[in-house]
């Protein structure tokens, strides 16, 4: 006979998160920042630069 049953509680899994592409990340990007800052992150990705780094570069140069 088991003991304390019925008043186990399943354990919840941890919420998966899904890793967001480039375009997801400009996406959700502008709708912060000016089309001047979106504008140099897009040509910085398409030279080879992070999202982070062209976001760094882009605050510098740019602003928000």
Do not use: C, R
């Not at 990340?25 to 709708?31: F, G, P, V």
């Not at 912060?32 to 630069?49: N, Q, R, T």
């Amino acid at each position: 006979m088991a003991y304390h049953t019925g008043n186990m509680k399943p354990k919840a899994e941890p919420a998966k998160t899904k890793k967001m592409s480039g375009a997801d990340k400009l996406k959700e990007a502008s709708k912060h920042h000016s089309k001047k800052h979106m504008d140099l992150m897009k040509k910085l990705m398409k030279e080879g630069k992070s999202f982070a780094e062209a976001h760094k570069i882009a605050l510098k140069e740019v602003g928000k």
